[in-house]
C-alpha cells in the first residue's frame, strides 16, 4: 500500500495544517448528507494524503453534530483505505500529562443519539460487525513505529472513553470513567472508529493530550487547553511528517 491511501482525519486545533503542501481540494457530495469540510489532498514533503477537518475548515462543528458517516464514506469513495485519527483528549491516568501523547487501543462509547452505523436499512440483512479490536493493529503500529521516528514519547495502548460533549465531565464522571478502566476521554472516537469497522477502512488514532481531565488538574481546563494545544498540534505535524514522508 502507498501513503496516498491514507486519509488523515484531525481533530481540534487542526482545522488545517500550515506546513501541508496542497494538492488539490474535493467538495464530495456522499448518500449520508455532507463531510465535516472538503477533502484536502496534500504532503508534507512526502507522498500525498488526504486529509479531513473533523469539526470543520473553521471549527464550527461541534463533537455530536459531526457527520462521521459522509466523513468516512467521503475519504473510502477518493480511495482511502487507511484512517488516521488525530484526537484531542483530556488525560485521565497520571501517564498522561497535558502534552502527552497515545495511542489508543480499546474505546467505550458513552455517546448516544448520533448516526453509529451504515447498517440502519429495515430491509438489508443484519450486520453486526466484529469490534474486539476496534482499532487496527498494524496501522496503530505504523503511528507508533512513526513516533519512535520521530524522537516522540507514545503510550502504546490505553482505553479511549468517548463522551457526548459538546459540554467537558464532571470529576464525579470522570472518576467513574477511570473506574472503567479508561486511560483518556474525548468526544470524537465515536461512531468514528465503528463506522471506518463497517466501511473496511483500518483505522487507528493518535490522541494528544490537551488537558487533565476534570478534577485531576489545577480546575483550569480551558487554561491548560490554551497552553497545550498548539504544542500538541507541533507534535502531531512533526508524527505525520515521519509518517508520510518518503
Ligand atoms: N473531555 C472530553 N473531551 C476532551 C477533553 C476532555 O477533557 N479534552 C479534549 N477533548
Given at each position: ?18 506546513d ?12 449520508f ?6 477533502v ?20 464550527t ?14 475519504l ?16 485521565i ?15 467505550i462509547?458513552?455517546?448516544w ?32 513505529q ?9 503510550r502504546?495502548?490505553?482505553?479511549y ?11 464525579a464522571?470522570?472518576e467513574?470513567?477511570s473506574?472503567d ?7 470524537t ?10 466501511l ?18 489545577d ?16 507534535k ?11
Amino acid at each position: 500500500m502507498s501513503a496516498n491511501d491514507i486519509g488523515v482525519i484531525g481533530g481540534t486545533g487542526m482545522g488545517r495544517l500550515a506546513d501541508m503542501q496542497v494538492t488539490g481540494r474535493r467538495v464530495v457530495p456522499t448518500p449520508f448528507g455532507e463531510p465535516s469540510a472538503p477533502v484536502i489532498r496534500g504532503h508534507f514533503g512526502g507522498r500525498e494524503a488526504y486529509f479531513l477537518a473533523r469539526h470543520g475548515s473553521g471549527h464550527t462543528i461541534p463533537p455530536h453534530l459531526v457527520n462521521y458517516r459522509a466523513n468516512l464514506w467521503a475519504l473510502k469513495h477518493l480511495g482511502a483505505r487507511r484512517v488516521i485519527a488525530i484526537s484531542s483528549v483530556g488525560g485521565i491516568s497520571d501517564d498522561l500529562p497535558p502534552g502527552a501523547m497515545a495511542v489508543p487501543d480499546q474505546i467505550i462509547d458513552y455517546t448516544w443519539g448520533r448516526h453509529s452505523t451504515f447498517f440502519d436499512g429495515v430491509e438489508d440483512p443484519v450486520v453486526h460487525v466484529e469490534f474486539t479490536e476496534p482499532y487496527t493493529g498494524s496501522l496503530r503500529v505504523l503511528i507508533l513505529q512513526a513516533a519512535t521516528g520521530a524522537g516522540l514519547q507514545v503510550r502504546d495502548g490505553g482505553v479511549y472513553a468517548a463522551t457526548q460533549g459538546p459540554r467537558l465531565e464532571t470529576p464525579a464522571e470522570i472518576e467513574r470513567l477511570s473506574r472503567d478502566g479508561c486511560h483518556m476521554v474525548g468526544m470524537t472516537g465515536m461512531p468514528e472508529a465503528v463506522l471506518a469497522r463497517e466501511l473496511e477502512l483500518e483505522y487507528a488514532s493518535f490522541a494528544v493530550v490537551i488537558n487533565w481531565a476534570a478534577g485531576r488538574g489545577d480546575g483550569d481546563i480551558h487554561g491548560e487547553i490554551e497552553r497545550h494545544v498548539a504544542d500538541c498540534m507541533d507534535k502531531v505535524r512533526v508524527l505525520l511528517a515521519v509518517l508520510l514522508g518518503g
